[in-house]
């Protein structure tokens, strides 16, 4: 499933206005994580320094800071709360690159692949702490304990969303797809902003700024599934994710026009994992409405998180529009890279 990261990681604020008469948000970000990561000599010092060596361009912090800044929240806190998500951020890409195969990770060797995977899971398992360590000290500067839970919820959806992916079965359905795909993209997008209004006592716009990440989460999912059948996402062949049996929306929803009898044929396939008749089944997907059908639900998916978007607090609506912005343009590029006879037109 995609990894946001090289989208967002374009994401930039007005960084004087984020920490006004102070360096730049990146740098300020970056010498506040070389403080708390693991001294010289120390053990996973060197894992971590090579790993924060391209720290991309945090967008999740940068999230957190621009919104405490338009809502008045204490720079300290905020500074630790950005940070806690920034380090659970990093722990679920050493880990997703271990399960995946991933061997580079941001232009550069992923963890595990230059240092061994028992490395690469200890410094994920270090970052996780570190995360709820900062977590807390953000709670303890603001008077807001309920930061810690906020955390904790955000892993935990996250964590399931990873496990389900294993699960190839489950990958069959609509809305296990729907499921994985909100729960490994929106929580970690989600919680920069949940936590800053619930330090600014505006807690009840927590439920709708998950579901907008939600929402906005899936259409771009769905485009860059979109696109994989398009050969258009950067992957190596044209419908590699039916070969790798990840969970792809044009994939689910062309199982579900299926007859009875050719859907298990298809099942007995895709669960066999084998790579066998694996062109032939790309070819049926391609010629399919699949790639229509996926595009029109992507749309409403945009309009309900447009929607949503509508009902927040006016600041955080400034600092989500540049991400919103972004996403939408990949989803309209997946639109453009059909085909007339599967245009949504």
Known sequence: MTDLSPLVNSYAVDEAATLP???????????????????????LAEAASHHFAKPGKMLRAKMALRASHLLNVDRAAALHWAVAIEMLHNASLIHDDICDGDQLRRGRPAVWSKYGRDVALTLGDWLVALSFELAAEAAQRSQTPMLVKILADHMKTTTMGEAREFDIQRSCSWQSYVEIAADKTAPLLTAPLEGVAAMALHGGASATIGAYFRCLGNAYQIANDILNFRGDDGAATIGSDLGRRAPNA???????????????????????????QLGWWQEAVMESAAMRVAAVRMHGMLDESERLAASLPEELVEVITPVQQMLEQVCQRSVRALTPQNSVF
């Open 250 to 276: 044009v994939v689910v929803l062309y199982r579900d026009s299926l007859t009875a009898e050719k859907r298990a044929r298809f099942d007995s396939w895709y669960a066999s994992g084998s790579s066998d």
């Open 21 to 43: 008469g102070r360096q730049s948000t990146t740098d300020r970000l970056a010498e506040f994580i070389a403080a708390r990561l693991p001294k010289a000599g120390q053990p």
